[in-house]
């Protein structure tokens, strides 16, 4: 069998991994741990809504996807994405995907993604709506745009701000109908792991960055720095439990500090690692924000 993905007809097990690629598993992580922890939270307060918390989860995970998508385009367009990368193939830029297929598939992605997303609007009105279409637009303006938010540096508050406040409150909007404080202390944690997974992924590529003018916060900041923050942002992340039980939440919660010591890992190797070799720390950081993430959700389960 084959499939058609660029200017020729590749073979299937050729072109699945080719769209592997440009999915890039392991920054998942980043869209469906909010949306996991958002619901566990909605659970806990009774408010668990099943339908609302899929659609959330995969709306979530299509907005991850499609912003790779659109990454590979713009980068590709900027000279951003060479023979000198040292991280996984951008599969436009090296020609398995032409740019014509990756925009095609990139609108039909978020076009699936604005239609479900208004049985969320329909579910919990207008604020969905205006989250929804905040996210789309950031999906593009990343790296799209003439002031693309990962060319200025400001690539990391944006992260925080989608990947943690916006989609783990977001998510307990649509089940609960409210919100509270809890659940914004709450979405620390992932947005922070989230910004690590960037930070990583950044500091890997600082040089080839700043000779496209893709100055990103470690590229403005550099890598001593960047690690640093890493670890501050570790720290605030395993705070999260803490304030969720002072806030009245189970005890449970702390269970997510049995991930410390694969925290401690992935900092370790942080600053052992150099060019490519980052790019386990990548890997390592989306596979500690997954299970700090399900521990915590779990742990607020339990009563």
Not at 5 to 30: D, F, G, Q, Y
């Amino acid at each position: 069998m084959h499939l058609k993905t660029a200017e020729t007809t590749l073979p299937l097990p050729t072109a699945l991994h080719a769209w592997m690629l440009a999915i890039r598993p392991k920054t998942l992580p980043a869209g469906a741990v909010p949306v996991i922890l958002g619901s566990a939270l909605a659970a806990s307060d009774g408010r668990f809504r099943l339908l609302p918390a899929l659609v959330a989860l995969i709306c979530a995970l299509g907005i991850q996807v499609a912003t790779n998508f659109i990454n590979e385009i713009y980068d590709f367009r900027k000279g951003a994405d060479t023979a000198e990368r040292l991280g996984p193939t951008r599969t436009v830029a090296a020609g398995i995907i032409s740019e014509k297929t990756m925009v095609r598939v990139s609108a039909l992605l978020l076009g699936t993604v604005f239609l479900l997303g208004l049985y969320l609007v329909y579910t919990a009105g207008w604020p969905i709506l205006l989250i929804g279409m905040l996210s789309l637009l950031f999906a593009w303006a990343y790296t799209g745009g003439p002031y693309p938010i990962a060319y200025s540096g400001l690539g990391d508050v944006f992260v925080f701000i989608f990947f943690g406040l916006v989609a783990v409150s977001g998510t307990y909007y649509v089940q609960a109908l409210n919100l509270s404080f809890p659940v914004l202390i709450a979405a620390v944690a992932p947005g922070s792991f989230s910004v690590n997974i960037l930070l990583v992924n950044n500091i890997r590529d600082i040089a080839t960055d700043r000779k496209v003018g893709k100055m990103t916060l470690p590229a403005r900041i550099g890598a001593e720095w960047a690690r640093r923050l890493y670890i501050a942002l570790t720290v605030i992340a395993y705070g999260v439990p803490a304030l969720l039980f002072l806030n009245g939440y189970s005890p449970w919660g702390l269970l997510s500090f049995l991930s410390l010591p694969l925290a401690f890992r992935m900092i370790k190797v942080l600053y052992a690692s150099e060019g490519k070799e980052l790019n386990n720390v990548l890997a390592g950081t989306g596979k500690l924000m997954t299970i700090h993430g399900i521990l915590l959700s779990v742990g607020l389960l339990i009563k």
